[in-house]
C-alpha cells in the first residue's frame, strides 16, 4: 500500500514565477493536510482539504498561496509570483477521516527560490 | 501555540530504554496525545497515539497519566537509528484537527 506521494521531491524557481507542489494521499484517504518547514524551524499547518473542500485554512498566507484538493486527482499547493522566503520544505499529510485516525506524511518537496 | 512543553534534548546508550517525557497539563477532555519523530529532514513519521489509556505497538508506548496532564513515550531498545527529534503534539478532531508542532525532543542514541 503505498504511503503519501509528493512531486517533485525538489523544484526551483527563480523570483516571481509560480511553484506548484503535488500531493496524491494513500489510499483510502480523504482528509490532506499541508504543513511548511522554513530552515532551522519548525513544521507550520498551513491548510487543511477534504475533497473538494477547504476545511481549515488558517495557517495559509493571505496572499499568492492556495490549495486545492478536487473530486480526482492530487492536491495541489500553488505559490504564485514566489519569493526568497518562500524557500522551505512543504510537507503534505493524509488521514482516512478527522477522528482520531493518525495523519501520514509524505517525504515532501524542497522549494528553492534563486 | 503548541500545547505540549519537552526538554529540548537527551542521549541514551544503544540497546537501552529511551523514556521521552512530555508535559500537557492544558489539554482538554477530547484531546489526544500523539507523538511523531523526524529524521533529519524527512517527512515525520507516526509513532503511536492515546486518549488515556497506556497503548503499546510495535515501535513503541504510551504512558499517560492518570490525569492526562503528562505523558511518556518509550522506546524499549533504542537504535542508532532512533536518533531524531521526537514531536508530542495535542490534537483534537473534526474540523481542527490539525497536528500542532513545538520544538520536540533531540533523542541522541550514542553507540
Known amino acids: 500500500n503505498a504511503g503519501v506521494m509528493q512531486n517533485p521531491r525538489h523544484l526551483v524557481r527563480r523570483r516571481g514565477q509560480e511553484a506548484r507542489l503535488r500531493c496524491s494521499p494513500m489510499k483510502g484517504h480523504s482528509h490532506v493536510y499541508w504543513y511548511r518547514q522554513l530552515p532551522e524551524e519548525g513544521l507550520k499547518f498551513m491548510v487543511y482539504?477534504?475533497?473538494?473542500?477547504?476545511?481549515?485554512e488558517s495557517g495559509m498566507p493571505k496572499e499568492r498561496f492556495s490549495a486545492e484538493f478536487p473530486k480526482e486527482g492530487p492536491s495541489i499547493l500553488r505559490i504564485q509570483q514566489v519569493v526568497r522566503g518562500d524557500s522551505a520544505a512543504y510537507f503534505c499529510?493524509?488521514?482516512?477521516?478527522?477522528?482520531?485516525?493518525?495523519?501520514?506524511f509524505g517525504d515532501g518537496t524542497r522549494l528553492s527560490i534563486l | 501555540d503548541a500545547k505540549t512543553t519537552q526538554p529540548p534534548s537527551m542521549d541514551c546508550a544503544e540497546g537501552r530504554a529511551a523514556n521521552l517525557p512530555c508535559n500537557h497539563s492544558t489539554i482538554s477532555g477530547n484531546e489526544y496525545v500523539y507523538w511523531y519523530r523526524q529524521i533529519h529532514s524527512q517527512g515525520p513519521q507516526y509513532i503511536i497515539h492515546?486518549?488515556?489509556n497506556n497503548e503499546t505497538n510495535e515501535m513503541a508506548s504510551l504512558i499517560i497519566t492518570e490525569d492526562r496532564k503528562s505523558s511518556t513515550l518509550i522506546l524499549p531498545h533504542a537504535t542508532l537509528r532512533d536518533t531524531a527529534v521526537y514531536y508530542c503534539i495535542v490534537r483534537s478532531t473534526g474540523a481542527n484537527s490539525k497536528l500542532t508542532f513545538g520544538k520536540g525532543i533531540t533523542l541522541s542514541v550514542r553507540p
Open positions: 499529510a493524509s488521514s482516512r477521516d478527522n477522528s482520531n485516525q493518525p495523519q501520514h
Open positions: 482539504l477534504q475533497k473538494e473542500n477547504i476545511i481549515d
Open positions: 492515546g486518549l488515556k
